[in-house]
């Protein structure tokens, strides 16, 4: 096993506003998590599949992979932490203890249940060269610096893209970056920008605006929507 996806599914949805986690909520009669992994599994380059789940869910590991039955191989789920840095950093120690031959991650939010093993794979591909890739997409609006209620700067959209996962890494560099960033007590809301701080160099591929993050109450009837979209 040399390429594993972690799927991150640890957070409380706070945002969301239901009552278990955001992962769990079913969209299209699934939970998010299942969207997001069964869409990781079908990539070919994909390994197995590893969920890092809330503390205290652990238990229903063996009636996900039964209730699953992904393409690939479903690792045992792990526990995740208090930050998404941690969780994945817990994921990360896990990986490298128990499964030392892997040397590619997928680092994917569960609640971006519209990935497809596409996204997946052309990550994977443009992260060969350095280490390191992630899809990102153009911002059509324009963009303000606004500083104690008032703008004090229009910035350069052209320049500026927002950040999506799967991001994909070299698992060697992410602990280097996981590390540094533990050290240099820095919390960053991406594992690329975590990378960034090593100087290795972050490619970017296309994203897809499909590929969203559930977040907000209102995201789940647009996730529905799309679901049922997509089937048409
Ligand atoms: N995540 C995680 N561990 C955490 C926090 C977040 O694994 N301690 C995961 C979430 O489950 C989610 C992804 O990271 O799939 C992106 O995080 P976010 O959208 O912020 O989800 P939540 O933290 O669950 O939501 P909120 O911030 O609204 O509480
Ligand atoms: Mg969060």
């Known amino acids: ?10 957070g409380r949805g706070e945002r969301l506003g239901s009552s278990e986690p955001k992962a769990f909520v079913e969209v299209a009669g699934h939970p998010v998590l299942e969207h997001s992994a069964r869409a990781l599994a079908a990539a ?18 063996e009636s996900l992979r039964a209730a699953w039955d992904l393409d690939t191989v479903l690792l045992d789920p792990i526990n995740g932490g208090k930050t998404r840095q941690q969780s ?17 991650v997928w680092v994917h939010d569960a609640a971006r249940c519209f990935v497809s093993a596409e996204d997946a794979e052309r990550v994977l591909a443009a992260a060969a060269k350095t280490g390191a890739a992630l899809p990102v997409i153009p ?21 500026l893209f927002l950040a999506q996962t799967p991001q994909v890494f070299r698992l060697e560099i992410l602990r ?15 594992c690329a920008s975590l990378v960034e701080r090593l100087g290795v160099e972050v490619n970017v591929v ?22 049922a979209e997509s089937r048409q």
């Open 1 to 10: 096993m040399e390429r594993v996806a972690i799927v991150l599914a640890a």
């Open 44 to 61: 070919p380059s994909v390994d197995a599949v590893l969920p890092v789940l809330p503390a205290g869910m652990l238990d229903g590991a």
């Open 88 to 104: 994945v950093y817990n994921a990360v120690r896990w990986l490298l203890e128990y499964q030392p031959a892997v040397c590619w």
């Open 139 to 159: 911002i059509h609006e324009t963009v303000k610096r606004v500083v104690s209620g008032h703008v004090s700067q229009t910035e350069d959209r052209r320049e």
């Open 176 to 190: 280097e970056a996981l590390d540094k960033a533990a050290r240099d007590h820095v919390q960053g809301t991406d």
């Open 206 to 227: 296309d994203g897809r605006r499909e590929n969203w993050k559930l977040t907000e109450a209102g995201d789940l009837d647009r996730a529905e929507r799309q679901f």
